[in-house]
């Protein structure tokens, strides 16, 4: 069992940045592979970007690829999303989300713990 708690969110403009944090409960953080998803209004939720357990091979969705960077510390039992460049499209609540699985899967249903989410606006 592992509980999920995001921070980070807020009002910024088109073309600034935002860090996102997610910090996980347990000693078994190590053990996830963890992963952001974003979730419009109206809209399903998406992947963003995801991360393996040790950090080795991270994921993006191809609209935010170059511009977000995911990274993981361990010793922290955070998981971060870097956002630069940002759009008034990227204007989402955001999720983190957690598995025990292998590999880092691009489906909400692929993960079984998530935290509840953090309001990013972007405004043009």
């Known amino acids: 069992q592992v509980q999920l708690v995001e921070s980070g969110g807020g009002l910024v403009q088109a073309g600034g940045s935002l860090r996102l944090s997610c910090l996980a409960s347990g000693r078994t953080f190590s053990r996830y592979v963890m992963a952001w998803f974003r979730q419009a209004p109206g809209k399903e939720r998406q992947f963003v970007a995801g991360?393996?357990?040790?950090?080795?091979?991270?994921y993006y969705a191809e609209s935010e690829t170059g511009r977000f960077t995911i990274s993981r510390d361990n010793a922290k039992n955070t998981v971060y999303l870097q956002m630069n460049s940002l759009k008034p499209d990227d204007t989402a609540v955001y999720f983190c989300a957690a598995d025990g699985a292998s590999t880092v899967l691009l489906i909400p249903l692929g993960y079984d713990y998530w935290g509840q989410g953090t309001q990013v606006t972007v405004s043009s």
């Open positions: 991360i393996t357990q040790d950090g080795g091979r991270t």
